[in-house]
């Protein structure tokens, strides 16, 4: 199973707002609503910030949003603030043998 | 609040067995499926299996056949046995708790190296 496919970076403004994308196949992001994103800031352990595609866990601010299209799911982040500055992976579960896939990260610079 | 907390060697010899323990506190370990996952520097998350506290377990196919995960209900705890290490195996190993599609509690992880 390859890893899901994300852009190796994106980088925007503060209070802009961006999109980072995850494209997988019909087997995994494309076959069930269970795409999860996570942000790892250096040296930390990665934290959960959306889960079955457009919901945030307890705690997580607004600001992040997901969504998906067929074999692509995306993460919005909207207001961009100097902390959002981390990496960002996306994950799917995959049917077949029952496992999970994740993407390869994508690391957001705020300017 | 539950904390997961990794333990085992820093430094493994290649061809050996890597035995990883994640300790559960705060919080029982039964009903949850446990994960671990793992991040070479620099690189992405890889997931190599969960385990529920019956002990059914699932693998990465990739890692399958390496691979055997355990729990002991008792002490709160699960562990990893990654066989026939090679320096590709040499990452951040995390413990981390399964919540629905996802993982929501993640321990702090534990470097491991593989190198004679």
């Known amino acids: 199973q390859s890893a899901l496919t994300q852009p190796a970076s994106v980088s925007g403004s503060p209070g802009q707002s961006i999109t980072i994308s995850c494209t997988g196949t019909?087997?995994?992001?494309?076959?069930?609503?269970?795409v999860s994103w996570y942000q790892q800031h250096p040296g930390k352990a990665p934290k959960l910030i959306i889960l079955?595609?457009?919901k945030r866990p307890s705690g997580v601010s607004n600001r992040f949003s997901g969504s998906k299209s067929g074999s692509t799911a995306s993460l919005t982040i909207s207001g961009l603030q100097a902390e959002d500055e981390a990496d960002y992976y996306c994950c799917s579960y995959v049917s077949s043998y029952t496992h999970w896939v994740f993407g390869g990260g994508t690391k957001l610079t705020v300017l | 609040q539950v904390q997961l907390q990794e333990s085992g060697p820093g430094l493994v010899k290649p061809s050996e067995t890597l035995s990883l323990t994640c300790t559960v506190s705060g919080g029982s370990i039964s009903s949850f499926y446990w994960s671990w996952i793992r991040q070479p520097a620099g690189k992405g998350l890889e997931w190599i299996g969960r385990i529920f506290d019956s002990g059914s377990t699932n693998y990465n196919p990739s890692l399958k056949s390496r691979v055997t995960m355990s729990v002991d209900t008792s002490k709160n705890h699960f562990s990893l046995k990654l066989t026939s290490l090679t320096a590709a195996d040499t990452a951040v190993y995390f413990c981390?708790?399964?919540?629905?599609?996802?993982?929501?509690?993640w321990g702090q992880g534990t470097m491991v190296t593989v190198s004679s």
């Open positions: 981390a708790r399964n919540y629905l599609d996802g993982f929501d509690i």
């Open positions: 079955e595609v457009t």
């Open positions: 019909s087997s995994d992001v494309g076959s069930y609503n269970l």
